[in-house]
């Protein structure tokens, strides 16, 4: 057990979850993560992007906080999301890669994450959308419905109220992705706490959209304050038209294949997160919740990573540097841009000072951000971690940088990579975040102050990701 919850009992399938959750009428803040999938620094026109108009998206830039040194947690998906949840490198849950269903890879019900902590405070939790940690196959689904205990965890067991997904695993999403259907039919296999449900016709992120908007009128008349994890797919591949006018929109500028498909996309994810913004507008709810928007990775082949070498799959600065966005009216400034460094292990950390929980045991790699929010830069004096396993492709536009490392250790302005313990790069970030000039042997103290942090990095205890 640990120190927030008595966890799940699975008895006959029923799941006797978190006899030590508070019930309480009293209201704390709210708090949503929209979490974009491979959306590059340099696919936002607030970022910068003079390819893809983002009116949404910028107006949350404009109401809230801009951070322009934001990094995730790994340059894949599974890795990051883990990262966001746990306040931790994904490295210490042994996530090294994106997870395959095939190979029983999870995130451990030992790590103890967002909702587990927010409803000790009385909060509603739902994940929304893409999970990607594992438990959610046909078979762990098959398993649940026939009232028996699934041989991995899901969004349910780790400490979620409710949760809406498709299936994840084989069959469909490689049927889907290979054929360029996946925003148009997931809603096919859709499956909500544990349980299949009729299929739904609109397109994937747009189920998702209306979801949350059902969470969050359910936890208002509930009188509870909700936590949503809204996991969009876009704009992940396939490369697949998105609905009028985005599509049309792009075309008509004369836009062709691939790149017409990414572009209205984009554009397709930002009206999404503008339909949320606008119901929790309508509702009143901006005073009293907290936005948060990111994305899981960097960019993707037809996307941009803006001024930055590299992009998903590569540990340069383009794979790893992602926007973040947060928005609190009345609490956090409008149009400010903050060059302070944050990662997404700092977001369990921030909303626990937030809602004044403890996080004394935890452990954390992660930091509170909280003063950054109040327009302070904050000069970070932890060191950042990644590792991330070799990809045979790459994920990004062109070549794929050299050299292809596996691990990173940055402080400050100084980043240094190595491909296992074996040093390859070092940068300094504040005239060099191209990471165009290889400083490797110039600054030996520097070096190995960071080469010993990536050597007991990769020696310190981990999860292990195949047990419940």
Not at 78 to 98: D, E, H, Q, V, Y
Not at 223 to 243: M, V
Request: net charge neutral; proline share 5%; glycine share 8%.
């Amino acid at each position: 057990m640990n120190r927030f919850f008595c966890k799940s009992l699975c008895v006959g399938g029923l799941i006797l979850l978190f006899a030590c959750e508070k019930k309480t009428t009293e209201k704390s803040l709210n708090i949503i993560i929209l979490l974009a999938d491979d959306l590059g620094y340099g696919d936002v026109g607030c970022y910068g992007s003079p390819a893809i108009e983002t009116p949404n998206i910028d107006m949350l830039a404009k109401e809230g906080m801009k951070f322009t040194r934001f990094y995730a947690g790994s340059a894949v998906c599974s890795p990051s999301r883990a990262s966001i949840l746990t306040g931790k490198f994904p490295l210490r849950m042994n996530l090294r890669s994106a997870l395959l269903s095939e190979n029983n890879t999870h995130l451990s019900t030992k790590a103890v994450i967002i909702p587990e902590i927010l409803r000790t405070k009385g909060y509603y939790t739902a994940l929304i959308g893409k999970w990607h940690l594992g438990g959610l196959t046909n078979s762990n689904i098959d398993n649940r419905e026939k009232g028996q205990i699934a041989e991995l965890p899901g969004p349910l067991q780790h400490g979620f109220n409710h949760y809406l997904a498709t299936i994840e695993g084989e069959p469909p999403r490689r049927k889907l992705i290979l054929n360029k259907t996946m925003y148009a039919e997931s809603g096919k296999y859709l499956i909500s706490d544990d349980r299949r449900i009729p299929p739904n016709n609109k397109q994937w992120d747009e189920i998702k959209v209306d979801e949350a908007i059902a969470v969050i009128d359910k936890s208002t008349q509930m009188k509870r304050s909700f936590f949503i994890d809204l996991c969009f797919d876009a704009p992940h591949t396939p490369y697949e038209a998105a609905p009028e006018p985005h599509y049309s929109k792009y075309k008509q500028m004369g836009i062709e294949g691939d790149q017409l498909y990414f572009r209205s996309r984009v554009s397709h994810l930002d009206a999404m997160i503008g339909k949320v913004y606008a119901a929790l507008n309508e509702r009143n709810l901006l005073e009293t919740t907290l936005i948060i928007l990111t994305s899981d990775n960097g960019s993707i082949s037809e996307g941009s990573s803006g001024p930055f070498k590299g992009a998903k799959t590569d540990l340069h600065e383009g794979g790893l540097r992602v926007p973040f966005i947060v928005v609190w009216k009345g609490h956090i400034s409008a149009g400010v841009t903050n060059a302070s460094i944050g990662h997404h292990v700092d977001i369990l950390p921030t909303i626990c000072e937030i809602s004044k929980t403890d996080t004394s045991g935890l452990s954390l790699d992660g930091i509170s951000l909280l003063k950054s929010f109040q327009n302070n830069f904050v000069r970070r004096k932890e060191v950042l971690l990644f590792q991330m396993d070799k990809y045979s492709d790459y994920q990004g536009h062109g070549v794929r940088p050299f050299p292809q490392t596996t691990l990173v250790a940055m402080k400050d302005n100084w980043k240094l990579s190595a491909d296992s313990m074996t040093k390859k790069e070092l940068f300094n970030l504040n005239s060099d975040f191209q990471e165009d000039f290889n400083l490797l042997g110039k600054h030996p103290e520097i070096e190995n102050e960071l080469y010993k942090e990536i050597v007991k990095f990769w020696n310190a205890p981990r999860l292990n990701n195949l047990d419940y």
